[in-house]
């Protein structure tokens, strides 16, 4: 698996070569786009109007429009000169408790892996954090972009998660007053969570909708028409507290214990 980006953790005058790997892969179904009367891939060309010629990829550079239709152009290695040392490196800022960080900064995840020469170190490192339950809070520039990291250890690697900037956060929406629960509604809904609990099992869930698309995709291969997955009519509006004891029948007759 090839590294997403290369660098090393730097904590003061420590340094530790790494690669960021990512830890997912899309495993859904791409479909191309087509002209319906050619049955043709539609193809987009990068055109400038002025020279009224396709570019090449070698032929684009970087703008910024500073006003409307001027910019300003920068280079790859003019990218780089802004670079600082510390840019090059994910740099750790400080450590924190991991439930310190709000789940909702949370962007994607990385493997962060050592290089040849750089296990020792690192292994120390995921070993300190593990005993004193400590995450790092470092940051690291990826291409143009100065992305903030929580570096925190696991029994096997130390994982890297990126997250969102505090002003990358939209504003909760609003919403009318809170609706006031009577203790029984409560108390009922706490049944039927309780109802419901089962421990977590990451394995037991899959793309179910994945796999209902290919099957819809090979039987129109074959020359079957693509029939509805769910025929049956929607039931009759209930009120609340009638929906929670239903959802706890249903879910102790699915556990056998009705």
């Known amino acids: 698996m090839a590294a997403a980006h290369k660098s090393a953790i730097s904590i003061g005058l420590l340094y530790i070569p790494v690669g960021l790997y990512r830890t997912t892969r899309d495993i859904s179904v791409s479909f191309n786009q087509l002209c319906k009367d050619s049955f043709e891939r539609v193809r987009y060309k990068k055109y400038c109007p002025s020279c009224q010629k396709e570019v090449k ?31 090059k490196t994910i740099h750790i800022e400080h450590f924190a408790r991991m439930t310190e960080v709000d789940p909702i900064y949370y962007e994607k995840n990385y493997y962060l892996s050592p290089e040849p020469g750089a296990e020792k170190a690192y292994e120390l490192l995921r070993q300190a954090m ?18 903030l990291l929580v570096l925190y250890p696991t029994k096997e690697i130390i994982m890297a998660k990126a997250l969102f900037y505090q002003e990358e956060i939209q504003d909760m929406p609003k919403t009318a007053a809170k609706a006031s629960i009577q203790k029984s509604e409560l108390e009922m809904a706490k049944t039927m969570i309780e109802a419901m609990r089962k421990n977590f099992d990451i394995t037991a869930y899959h793309d179910e909708y994945q796999a209902r698309l290919r099957a819809a995709i090979e039987a129109k291969i074959r020359g079957q028409e693509v029939v509805s997955a769910d025929s049956g009519a929607p039931g009759n509006i209930i009120d609340l507290m009638e929906a929670m004891k239903r ?10 214990t009705a």
């Open 57 to 87: 990829s070698e032929d684009i550079i970087k703008g910024y429009e500073f006003e409307k239709g001027r910019y300003v152009t920068i280079s790859e290695e003019e990218l780089e000169k802004i670079k600082t040392r510390k840019d």
């Open 130 to 147: 593990l005993s004193s339950k400590m995450a790092a809070i470092a940051k690291t520039v990826i291409g143009a972009n100065e992305q």
């Open 247 to 256: 959802t706890v029948e249903l879910s102790q007759k699915q556990r056998g």
